[in-house]
């Protein structure tokens, strides 16, 4: 999957505890909200599949700090007394405010862009360049 037992681990030890208490089937669920989060957030320009495919150090690694993240906040809710909930949530605002400034176009993530059925790459770029084609005033 995208999100590895690593990424947790580099979050902070708090992450790693929050994921060991959490149950096996919510961190699952939780995982895949926050990918589900992501891509609703990014698939109208970048090409997600591509994106989530990638291992390693292939992976953008603010794109993964932002689904840990969303997880992170997804398994507290199903924790008793939602420990940490207050720095979980602020974890999960600011990734969500880096999502919205990839769609506005602040942010550049390093994942591939979309292809047109041509092979036209940012094929969803809404800004476009180009002209009209001349007029010539030749009566």
Not at 59 to 76: F, K, N, P, S, T
Not at 82 to 108: N, W
Not at 110 to 127: A, R, S, Y
């Amino acid at each position: 999957m995208f999100i590895t037992e690593k990424d947790y681990i580099q979050v902070g030890s708090e992450a790693l505890k929050i994921m060991q208490q959490s149950q096996e089937e919510n961190r699952v669920a939780a995982e895949k909200r926050a990918l589900a989060r992501i891509a609703s957030a990014l698939r109208g320009r970048y090409d997600i599949e591509k994106a989530f495919a990638a291992e390693g150090d292939d992976r953008d690694q603010e794109l993964v700090g932002c689904a840990v993240d969303i997880a992170l906040w997804h398994m507290v809710a199903a924790l008793p007394q939602r420990m940490g909930s207050e720095v979980r949530e602020e974890r999960y605002k600011a990734a969500l405010d880096y999502l919205k400034d990839i769609q506005a176009g602040r942010v550049t993530p390093d994942i591939p862009l979309l292809e047109g059925p041509d092979g036209e790459e940012d094929c969803n770029n809404p800004v476009r360049y180009g002209s009209a084609q001349k007029n010539h005033y030749i009566w």
